[in-house]
């Protein structure tokens, strides 16, 4: 069992930046690939990115490819999305997930946070 917890989230203007973080607890963190996802009002959950167990490997979702950045830090459980130049439909809430694939299929995941709310405004 994994057990996550996002935080970070916020009201920003559009053009701004924020960084999540994904505190992680229980099973090792370094035996998972770490994923983003998010979902706005009315509409599925969506892939945003996800990052190797050793960090070599990121992938990401073309509509945040250039603006986000997943990051982990192993030695103290933690997972990050740095988001820059933001706009309005990014406004989302922001899922942090375990999985142990390079995976962007929300049902490869078997671990998620609770989320939490970023909202750009224009």
């Known amino acids: 069992q994994v057990s996550l917890v996002e935080s970070g989230g916020g009201l920003v203007q559009a053009g701004g930046s924020l960084r999540l973080s994904c505190a992680a607890s229980?099973?090792?963190?370094?035996?998972?690939?770490m994923g983003w996802f998010r979902q706005a009002p009315g509409k599925e959950r969506e892939f945003v990115g996800v990052?190797?167990?050793?960090?070599?490997?990121?992938r990401y979702a073309n509509s945040v490819k250039g603006r986000f950045t997943i990051s982990r830090e192993n030695a103290k459980n933690m997972l990050y999305l740095q988001m820059n130049s933001l706009k309005p439909e990014d406004t989302a809430i922001y899922y942090c997930a375990a999985t142990i694939y390079m995976a962007t299929a929300i049902d490869k995941y078997n671990y998620w946070g609770q989320g939490t709310q970023v909202t750009v405004s224009s």
């Open positions: 990052i190797s167990w050793n960090s070599e490997a990121t």
């Open positions: 229980g099973r090792a963190f370094n035996n998972y690939n």
